[in-house]
């Protein structure tokens, strides 16, 4: 089965810095798709970015991007320049490439806060 | 266009009650999925249906269902409800296998905040 680790339980950083978040998962598949959710306290569940495991590219959307080491099976999150509105709850997910199911298997969560 | 809309908002039961949640899928999305995110915690998956079948479903006991409706909105009851059910409930909808490379990407509701008492 697969498994998605986020070890960081929780991540400040300072408004315009940049913060790094950690991700890593376990699966035998050689193809999967990763994402990363973010969670603000009004609940609505917001995709930040998502990564196919077959492009070796690192995915990026504006000001995040991501650290993809298949071969370590490590996904990190990169926010640069951190605004007040960035602070939620980050989730990393894992699915699996084919088949109907879209089933989404998500870490525990990192909770980012970001100070003025 | 509207998002993944679900209802009630909050809800509160009683042990050994039952309860059914609702989610209206976005204009287009053929696929539903159901997550229980317990507080503290990542969402686990319960069921994923498409174009009214079931899919996948999750390691929750048979005191969950759910289904889908021809206009792919979705329900999902839970019955003989216990402490441990107390949870937000997602609901994410997709375009589907019609929906291309992209047709995988989830968009998720507001959630139900379910309590048990």
């Known amino acids: 089965a697969q498994t998605v680790t986020q070890s960081q339980p929780e991540m400040s950083v300072q408004e315009a810095e940049t913060v790094t978040l950690s991700c890593t998962y376990d699966?035998?598949?050689?193809?999967?798709?990763l994402f990363w959710y973010k969670q603000p306290p009004s609940r609505q569940m917001i995709l930040v970015i998502r990564?196919?495991?077959?492009?070796?590219q690192n995915a990026t959307e504006n000001r995040f991007s991501v650290n993809f080491q298949k071969a370590a099976k490590s996904f990190s999150l990169k926010i640069s320049d951190s605004q007040l509105g960035d602070a939620a709850m980050y989730f990393c997910?894992?699915?699996?490439?084919?088949?109907?199911?879209?089933?989404?298997?998500f870490g525990k969560g990192t909770l980012l806060t970001v100070n003025p | 266009d509207a998002g993944v809309t679900q209802s009630p908002t909050h809800l509160i039961k009683t042990r050994g009650q039952h309860v059914t949640l609702r989610c209206s899928p976005i204009s287009g999305h053929k696929s539903v999925s159901w997550y229980q995110q317990v507080l503290g915690q990542g969402p686990q998956f319960i069921f994923q249906y498409y174009e009214k079948e079931e899919r996948g479903r999750g390691n929750f006991p048979d005191r969950f269902s759910a289904r889908q409706f021809p206009n792919y909105s979705s329900e999902l009851n839970v019955n003989a409800l216990l402490l441990g059910d107390s949870a937000l409930y997602l609901c994410?909808?997709?375009?589907?296998?019609?929906?291309?490379?992209?047709?995988?990407?989830?968009?998720f509701g507001p959630g139900t905040r379910l309590t048990v008492t």
């Open positions: 990564q196919e495991a077959y492009k070796q």
């Open positions: 699966t035998s598949e050689s193809d999967y798709y």
């Open positions: 997910a894992y699915r699996r490439v084919g088949g109907s199911n879209y089933k989404l298997t």
């Open positions: 994410a909808s997709s375009l589907g296998l019609a929906g291309g490379p992209k047709g995988y990407e989830q968009y």
